[in-house]
């Protein structure tokens, strides 16, 4: 039986041939944060736009309550989303997104792909250590209440989590009450249990890819949008003065316009 899923979608005023994008959140996040800025950006430009949200996260099945959901079953939430679509979408994730959105791609096939701010090929154990140093109060709670909002539990947390200086704080307070709980299980199918396998998806899935990062990201730093870059035997474009939340962030139309560009060439054959 298909779970009950929170898709936004939009239309372009004009009907084109493009093919429909479907947008894949991050952690802590639901489909909400495409809607923001992206959903409209991209109708506008003529593509059918789908954002998904996760089961238990946003207005989805699961009444927001992650705990005890796994990488798996976000897959699973896609290729449900994807199925609905009816046509083999080009795949826009962010960070815990895009891991999905690769072990999505191990068995399912996409027109393209493009990865913000996308969780290392090795994992998030470097992120989790930076966790440690910065906010050892924050870390300690949520391993001991095994759950991951402690890490994002206050504009503050959120503001360094997801943020840049510029972005105001009432923008983040905005945000901040929108952000989520995430589940601890998936948190450690990140660090160990699964991890993605670039060289299966690529074998597999041999489509255009565009990795895109922020230059102060705390989440996953350049380098390591680098590392994830050079799986793919690509290089990542890092923006200046951007934050983890790319689709956010007050550089947003940036990103957005350097998507549409690519995928202009991507479409046109180039």
Request: hydrophobic share 45%.
């Amino acid at each position: 039986m298909a779970l009950q899923l929170e898709v936004i979608s939009r239309q372009p005023i004009i009907p084109t041939d493009k093919p429909p994008i479907l947008f894949v959140h991050g952690a802590w996040h639901a489909a909400w944060c495409w809607d923001e800025h992206f959903l409209p950006y991209f109708a506008e430009q003529g593509f059918p736009v789908h954002a998904l949200s996760f089961r238990a996260h946003g207005q989805s099945e699961g009444n927001r309550k992650p705990r005890g959901k796994r990488i798996t079953h976000y897959v699973a939430d896609v290729a449900q989303v994807a199925t609905q679509i009816g046509h083999p979408p080009i795949l826009i994730s962010h960070s815990m997104g895009a891991l999905v959105v690769e072990k999505y791609l191990e068995t399912h096939p996409a027109r393209a792909a493009v990865y913000l701010a996308p969780v290392p090929p090795q994992g998030v154990l470097g992120t989790t250590l930076r966790i440690l140093r910065r906010h050892p109060g924050a870390f300690l709670r949520a391993n001991l209440e095994t759950r991951l909002y402690p890490i994002v539990g206050s504009p503050r947390l959120t503001r360094d989590a997801f943020f840049s200086a510029e972005m105001s704080d009432e923008q983040v307070q905005t945000y901040f009450q929108q952000i989520q709980d995430e589940s601890y299980l998936a948190f450690l199918d990140m660090l160990v249990f699964t991890l993605a396998r670039p060289q299966r998806v690529r074998a597999r899935n041999p489509i255009p890819i565009l990795v895109l990062g922020a230059a102060h990201d705390r989440i996953f730093t350049p380098r390591e949008v680098q590392s994830f870059a050079r799986a793919y035997a690509t290089t990542a474009e890092i923006f200046p003065n951007t934050a983890h939340d790319m689709m956010l962030e007050t550089t947003w139309q940036q990103v957005a316009e350097r998507i549409n560009a690519w995928l202009g060439d991507v479409l046109a054959g180039k």
